[in-house]
């Protein structure tokens, strides 16, 4: 980052949008990709992120000063593999049809890039006050984008936003966005223009 | 630094001394996913055995529960009516579909002599065309049709007795849900004449 | 029985942590590779921008270079003079007196000096011309198409008449235009004074097949060579040993020899320079003419 | 061993269901490795052996111990408690020794690697730890979970498990050294300056998985041929 250690309402912010994980740092994609068919799936996968990146930001902040070096990744794995099972166990038991549609995804949470790596930037040296602002600000980012995706995806692929029909009737489903090479698509030309809009920003301030 | 019994300084910076970290979390997470196991498991099954039992009553006319019930060596579902008496049977059925597998229900009348009604659990058809088989204006079509021949797929809007009107653009998804439907009615009608024939 | 289950779970647990922690730790010891910590050390001081100006990969890749083939600890252009003197005093060496390390380009030739030119309608790049054979009668010179002008963060170089010209005024030397130069005809020099004496040519031919190419490139008469020790002639073009270059010394005699004046001076502008310039009007800043494939008189459409 | 199925399972987990193209996993590596085809055949390669090592343990793992009903940990729990025929299922363990194997036969990989192929090792060590943190291998030990034990709707054996695993990385390798051919040639292209890295690759991974799509159905049609 660009200060020494930037304070925990700094970093809330800059994992928003100027650090946003999925289009900034291009963490975290897999399931940005893949979840983001409908807006429902994409907001129950931003609450299980958000669960398991808060819950394990303040546990390894919390041990961070036991931590040796070579063993560390496989401590902060344990961490977060728990705390994933424990949100896909949550899923199946309450939101039994949500488990069905998300399948593999929910346990892909663990490698997932944003968690390790907040993990490792931010939980094992910061205090805990620090790193449950930086996981929160980082699950915002992440929700942002992933919903952003998926409203591009549902609106063009099934015309309906969130379940509420949008589109006229008229409008042919643009089925492709609903499959895999649309997903590449939206989420390329949405990186592309988070790319300008910045760039755009630099010039007019330098 | 006092001096520490020797057996515990072998052990501290042996190998295991230094994951000592590792193994305290890896009992506690262990403990800790256990009692969420137990205290969630059973939840969790019976949000996966009403799922498909919630379907079973709309598939079969005038019943109102479901039972599994083995015939043979299939574990299916006996639909029952107001006063528990069969008002037809329910058989899950699996096959390999255009993408990947296919699991549904069909519902049968009492002598399994023909279709009372059909319906999808889950497919990863391509969405849009082949997912189009879960509609019910298109599974409708099996309702009242024979058991004793099999269903083909046509393509002209007018299918005559045992025919199907195919999905455009779907053929393969419609091909095999009728596939489906006819192996698994075969082996049920078989299995249910064996039972009649020695009760 | 959710004791149970939770014990026997723990239970597995243990099993696993155990087993992996002591073939990890056997592992640890047998696959041991010695590594020197001085590279670690070395590696903390370095800015850690992985700019590639000391001409490796990134900063680690730069520390084990100075650790183990001991290169020399000046380098790094952005650590500049303050992490030459850490690193020296990490590797117990005494820092030689580092100079700053500049681009020079070698070619001297702008659009009318090139020979054999084609109209070449392909894409305005360096990279993608240089793909083009025969697209000018030298193959060894400057393209001319500004790949080390997108490049150049600092807007230190631009490409002047079809040659591309360093501003010694803003140019920090990281080094980006040299990298990207298809034909690498750009390279980073010590510069022990203001300005330095450098071969503005990379024609490698010799005599009349230079002449007919370019009007000013370097025909390998080996004049210099016969004249200073610090030029070495290899393949018909001469190189200069920037490390035997005594500042003390005035080549201009050498300059003054050469019979296709190839051999110029480089670096910031003299104040005698500036005073001779400054009475010419600037000219005209030129609006980019949008280079069209199609031009109005032949459509070939 | 009915080698058709073997055949057909592979050519399915390579081509029509690719890991990347389809299932969207590993995309983080298929981004950032892809910029060299030997880097790119060196990523594919690890990825491809530590899915199979990983593969290999996981499905041993679950089938001995936390499969419900497994021999091992039924085992233990009828000598701690004899008599009782209650079925043991600790498969809420699944995901944790899944990544544990996978954490720690990466790590052994890279020790590995760093002793005994020191220049292999500076090619690409530095992507060796990314490889924990790819998403590729654990989707296919979750693939592989669904098919363990009694109660799975198609039990696996070891064999189609390896299978899997190794015919997955496969499909990676392909598709990351398929892309970095195109990215090699991307730089002489004139690519507009927002969408530079990231967003022209994924660009260029949609049309090639447009590509990839073409190839489903083709394992219905070789079961027919193969008389299925």
């Not at chain 1, 990709?33 to 994409?42: E, G, N, Q, W």
């Not at chain 2, 498909?52 to 599994?68: D, F």
């Not at chain 3, 393209?143 to 803003?170: F, N, Q, R, T």
């Not at chain 3, 005594?246 to 201009?252: F, I, R, T």
Request: glycine residues 8%; contains cysteine.
């Amino acid at each position: 980052m660009s200060k020494e250690n930037p304070t925990a309402l700094e970093r809330f912010i800059w994992g928003i949008i100027p650090e946003n994980p999925i289009f900034r740092q291009v963490l975290g994609t897999c399931p940005a990709l893949a979840v983001s068919t409908d807006i429902k799936a994409a907001l129950t996968m931003t609450c299980a992120t958000a669960f398991v990146l808060i819950c394990a930001n303040t546990i390894i902040s919390l041990i961070r000063h036991l931590l040796k070096p070579h063993l560390r990744i496989v401590v902060f794995v344990l961490t977060i593999a728990s705390f994933v099972t424990i949100v896909d166990y949550l899923l199946a038991a309450f939101y039994y049809s949500m488990s069905l549609q998300l399948g593999p995804y929910v346990p892909l949470i663990i490698v997932n890039c944003i968690i390790i790596c907040r993990c490792e930037v931010c939980a094992s040296k910061q205090s805990v006050g620090v790193a449950i602002s930086d996981a929160i600000g980082q699950s915002l980012g992440f929700g942002l984008a992933l919903v952003s995706m998926a409203s591009f995806r549902e609106i063009l692929g099934s015309g309906t936003w969130c379940g509420f029909r949008i589109m006229p009737d008229s409008w042919p489903n643009w089925v492709l966005m609903l499959l895999p090479p649309g997903a590449f698509f939206v989420f390329g030309f949405l990186i592309g223009a988070v790319n300008w809009f910045t760039s755009l920003k630099k010039n007019k301030s330098s | 630094m006092k001096k520490e019994h020797p057996l515990f300084l072998c052990i501290k910076n042996s190998y295991l001394g230094q994951s000592w970290l590792v193994i305290l979390l890896s009992i506690f997470f262990g403990f800790t996913l256990s009692g969420v196991q137990a205290f969630l498991q059973e939840k969790i099954d019976t949000n996966k055995s009403n799922q498909s039992m919630r379907i079973v009553p709309t598939l079969v006319p005038g019943a109102v529960t479901g039972k599994s019930v083995t015939v043979g060596d299939l574990t299916v579902y006996e639909a029952l009516n107001q006063n528990n008496k069969r008002a037809g049977w329910v058989i899950p059925a699996r096959g390999q579909g255009f993408a990947d597998k296919i699991e549904i229900l069909i519902g049968l009348t009492p002598d399994a002599s023909s279709l009372s009604g059909l319906s999808v659990l889950n497919q990863k058809e391509t969405p849009g065309l082949g997912s189009r088989i879960t509609e019910s204006s298109w599974l409708s079509q099996f309702i009242g049709k024979g058991t004793t021949d099999s269903l083909t797929p046509t393509k002209n809007p007018v299918p005559s007795k045992n025919e199907i009107r195919a999905i455009t653009g779907a053929t393969i998804s419609s091909f095999s849900i009728c596939q489906i439907v006819n192996e698994n009615v075969k082996k049920f009608r078989a299995e249910l004449r064996k039972q009649q024939a020695d009760p | 029985m959710l004791l149970e289950i939770s014990l026997l779970a723990g239970l597995v647990m243990l099993l696993l942590a155990l087993f992996s922690g002591y073939s990890l730790g056997w592992a640890n010891k047998t696959f041991h590779v010695e590594v020197d910590p001085k590279i670690a050390q070395v590696n903390h001081v370095l800015p850690g921008a992985n700019c590639g100006g000391c001409g490796y990969i990134g900063c680690a890749d730069y520390a084990s270079a100075i650790v183990l083939q001991g290169v020399s600890v000046t380098k790094c252009p952005v650590g500049g003079e303050s992490c030459a003197k850490k690193i020296a005093d990490i590797m117990g060496v005494e820092v030689k007196q580092s100079w700053p390390y500049r681009p020079v380009i070698h070619c001297a030739a702008k659009y009318p000096d090139r020979l054999k030119r084609i109209p070449y309608a392909g894409e305005a790049t360096c990279i993608a011309a240089n793909l083009v054979s025969g697209i000018q009668g030298c193959v060894y010179g400057c393209l001319g198409y500004g790949d080390c002008v997108a490049v150049c963060k600092y807007d230190a170089i631009h490409i002047v008449d079809g040659l591309s010209v360093v501003d010694y005024e803003k140019c920090i030397g990281c080094g980006a235009c040299a990298k990207i130069c298809p034909r690498n005809i750009i390279t980073m020099v010590p510069f022990k004074m203001e300005n330095i004496v450098a071969i503005a040519c990379s024609n490698k031919d010799f005599m009349n097949d230079v002449k007919s190419v370019c009007n000013v490139g370097c025909i390998g008469c080996k004049a210099c060579e016969r004249l200073s020790p610090i030029f070495k002639v290899a393949n018909n073009l001469p190189s200069i040993d920037y490390n035997q270059y005594d500042p003390g010394v005035s080549y201009q005699a050498v300059v003054d020899k050469c019979p296709r004046e190839t051999i110029i001076y480089v670096g910031k502008p003299s104040q005698k320079d500036k005073d001779a310039v400054s009475k010419e009007e600037v000219p005209k800043p030129v609006e980019a003419q949008f280079k069209t494939t199609v031009d109005s008189t032949e459509w070939r459409g | 061993m009915d080698l058709i199925g073997l055949f057909l399972l592979a050519f399915n987990a390579t081509l029509i269901n690719n890991y990347v193209l389809h299932y969207f996993v590993g995309i983080c590596a298929y981004i950032g490795v892809s910029k060299r085809i030997e880097m790119a055949f060196g990523m594919g390669c690890a990825v491809t052996f530590v899915m199979g090592v990983a593969a290999m343990l996981s499905w041993s793992a679950i089938y001995f111990l936390l499969q419900p009903g497994a021999p091992l940990t039924s085992f233990i729990f009828k000598t701690i408690h004899p008599g009782s025929d209650s079925v043991v299922n600790l498969s809420v363990l699944n995901s944790i020794v899944s990544i544990f194997v996978i954490a720690s036969s990466v790590q052994l990989v890279e020790m590995y690697i760093r002793k005994f192929f020191p220049a292999l090792y500076k090619a690409f060590g530095v992507y060796l730890p990314l490889i924990t943190t790819n998403c590729a291998i654990l989707f296919a030990c979750i693939e592989i979970m669904k098919h363990v034990g009694k109660n799975a709707v198609e039990p696996w054996g070891l064999d189609k498990a390896l299978l899997l695993a190794i015919s997955a990385g496969m499909g990676f390798t392909l598709a990351i050294v398929l892309m970095a051919g195109i990215r090699e040639d991307l730089e002489n292209a004139d690519v507009p300056a927002p969408l530079q890295g990231p967003g022209i690759t994924l660009i260029t991974a949609g049309i090639f998985a447009m590509a990839f799509m073409g190839f489903t159905g083709i394992d219905r049609g070789l079961a027919v041929l193969f008389g299925r």
